[in-house]
């Protein structure tokens, strides 16, 4: 995967989050069923020592993990528009503690079939970038511009719940990928 630099205009988040997304939905579908049928195993695994390597069992919760962070953004993003302010994260949440809103989302979607969670994550991507379309590049990349975006540019957001997100989603079902095909089957 090529490092792409930190967009700075609209144009140039908007192709990276598209491109992200393609080779994320691309891998996904290169998926064989018993590949998306194992629960990833990464036990072993010296550098994971994130919540999130024991959270996510499958592809599906990555997908669905995904779509929540989407529904993240959108609402902030609306309701701020419209005059009614609130943080990013959904109170009682803070930055220090969005480990527990990331399992809340886990076990919230422990029922959703895979065939929906791509289904939720391909329309809540189109919602996102079609949001980040309706916004100008000194919107999404001028300090100060929003002052519910704090010292963070609206564009870093998006850049967060786009390209980036769908980076980690992506090494993580390679991790699984590589350490599933080489392992012997029985």
Avoid at 81 to 102: A, E, V
């Amino acid at each position: 995967m090529e490092v792409i630099p930190k967009p700075t205009s609209r144009n140039e988040l908007v192709r990276l989050g598209a491109t992200r997304f393609e080779e994320l939905c691309a891998l996904c579908d290169s998926m064989s069923e018993r590949e998306h049928a194992v629960s990833f195993d990464f036990s072993g695994g010296v550098n994971r020592k994130e919540a999130h390597w024991r959270r996510d069992k499958n592809v599906r919760d990555v997908l669905t993990h995904l779509y929540e962070w989407h529904q993240l953004l959108l609402t902030w993003v609306r309701d701020n528009r419209n005059g009614r302010s609130r943080p990013f994260l959904p109170p009682p949440h803070i930055w220090r503690t969005y480990g527990k809103l990331n399992e809340q989302f886990w076990l919230q979607h422990q029922s959703t079939a895979l065939g929906e969670a791509k289904r939720l994550v391909r329309s809540s991507h189109e919602q996102v970038m079609a949001l980040i379309s309706s916004f100008s590049d000194a919107d999404l990349f001028e300090k100060g511009r929003f002052d519910w975006t704090g010292t963070t540019t609206l564009g870093s957001y998006c850049a967060s719940a786009t390209s980036s997100h769908y980076d980690w989603a992506m090494r993580k079902i390679r991790a699984h990928l590589k350490k599933l095909r080489s392992t012997p089957r029985p």
